[in-house]
């Protein structure tokens, strides 16, 4: 008897470190596929601190996830969220797709650095446009891994610091602050999207949110070059991308003139001002 007791106990631990050390699998693997997906979208290293499931109450925690700058840009990071808490269907995260009710973002910095005739951003905006060639045409939806159906996606505390290219010699750095963005029908798709679709979608709708948001504060200069980038590249994603970009940007000149032109009254304001400047002597 005592014999068959110890046996049981015996199986019964087994058992619990096979739980254990299953459940610490599942938290990296999901590590590691949301830092690959959101890397192979915005063609710069992201990385997370930590992620834990909570199996049993359908919950999911992100913390410190963090877009690293494109090569040549100074600024500490594109992009950092704190914490991002994401809401499922307990049930789906042991299926091929994970049903999400809410994703909730919480404190994110960002860092828009601008350069001649470039800015981070445009350079993310332009890894993001290679998706709408006819030879990555559907990249975005490859590869391993579960895929996530989105219904609503809140951000909350956002500030922006927007870093201007140096006037004598000084730098400035203007700041715009959002205190909460919502999306909703984030992703419509029978079977729902890959990581890496996700996050081409949110990041130009954030950066959409910003421009607005900036109207007045940021150059004309600026916010027009961006919108004509950011324009583009939501054309070539595709997939409900412009659906985001309206609902982040509101107005945002009519949602970009209709997808696919650039701010054209931005991009005349600049014409009619360099038109005013005086003539070299």
Request: avoid cysteine; glycine fraction near 12%.
């Amino acid at each position: 008897m005592r014999k068959a007791i110890k046996v049981l106990l015996a199986v019964v631990v087994l058992v619990v470190v096979g739980l254990g050390v299953f459940w610490l699998s599942l938290d990296r693997i999901a590590k590691s596929a949301i830092e690959r997906g959101a890397t192979y979208a915005l063609g710069v290293p992201t990385t997370v601190g930590n992620v834990d499931l909570g199996l049993l109450r359908g919950e999911v925690t992100i913390r410190e996830l963090a877009v690293a700058n494109p090569e040549g840009f100074q600024t500490p990071h594109l992009m950092r969220l704190g914490q991002v808490a994401v809401h499922v269907r307990p049930g789906s995260l042991l299926e091929d797709t994970i049903e999400v009710r809410e994703f909730t973002m919480d404190d994110l910095d960002l860092h828009l650095e601008q350069k001649v005739g470039s800015s981070n951003f445009t350079v993310v905006l332009a890894n993001l446009k290679r998706f709408g060639s006819g030879e990555a045409k559907g990249e975005l939806d490859k590869g391993e891994g579960k895929k996530v159906a989105v219904n609503r996606v809140l951000l909350r505390n956002l500030v922006a610091h927007v870093q201007l290219l140096p006037v004598g010699g000084k730098a400035t750095t203007l700041t715009v602050q959002i205190p909460e963005i919502e999306l909703n029908d984030v992703t419509d798709e029978a079977g729902g999207v890959r990581i890496s679709a996700l996050t081409a979608r949110l990041v130009p709708a954030i950066l959409a949110a910003v421009l607005e948001k900036g109207k007045g504060t940021l150059p004309e200069g600026l916010r027009g070059d961006l919108s004509g980038q950011l324009s583009e590249a939501t054309k070539a994603i595709g997939g409900g991308a412009a659906r985001l970009v309206e609902q982040a940007g509101q107005d945002l000149e009519k949602t970009l003139k209709g997808i696919g032109k650039p701010l054209e009254g931005l991009l005349r304001g600049r014409k009619d001002a360099a038109d005013k400047e005086p003539s070299a002597p």
